[in-house]
């Protein structure tokens, strides 16, 4: 997948994550403040917590706005072996026993999968840790992860 078509994907992604945030906010809000459920004793808590809820989503809902703004902006530029991997980098990742995988290394929008199968790709930021270590490398450096305890060795096979 190449990074332009990755970039609209992403964007189209967070556009409708948007969009049923923004509904389920509303419905949430509209649950807070119905009648029927204005607090009859100490006990009924039915209101208190769809505000609760309507809260979050709302915090969230600034969140997703705040990373499709960023996306919105981001300038694709191609990978420059002088600097590194740098945020807007698509990196392939392959461990000791073949396996690939594809990140890109995004602004935000931390845990995204756009695509499916040997096609999938995974967004990453630099505040993750694998996110810190991926920049500045380059083409056939290694990344080491300790996952679960276990340490794996990745090495980056193709960066665009």
Do not use: W
Request: net charge negative; charged share 25%; glycine share 8%.
């Amino acid at each position: 997948m190449d990074k332009a078509n990755l970039l609209q994907r992403i964007i189209a992604t967070l556009e409708h994550d948007m969009e049923v945030l923004r509904r389920a906010a509303q419905t949430a809000y509209e649950a807070a403040t119905a009648e029927e459920n204005i607090a009859e004793n100490k006990y009924d808590t039915l209101g208190l917590e769809a505000s609760y809820l309507a809260t979050g989503q709302a915090r969230r809902s600034a969140e997703i706005r705040q990373a499709l703004l960023t996306y919105q902006q981001l300038v694709l530029r191609d990978y420059d072996p002088a600097r590194g991997v740098q945020v807007g980098c698509l990196v392939t990742l392959e461990d000791e026993a073949g396996q690939q995988r594809q990140l890109f290394l995004g602004p935000e929008g931390a845990g995204l999968k756009i695509g499916e199968g040997d096609r999938l790709v995974t967004v990453i930021t630099p505040r993750a840790p694998l996110g810190q270590q991926l920049i500045g490398k380059k083409l056939d450096d290694e990344v080491a992860l300790v996952v679960n305890g276990v340490s794996q060795l990745q090495f980056i096979v193709a960066v665009t």
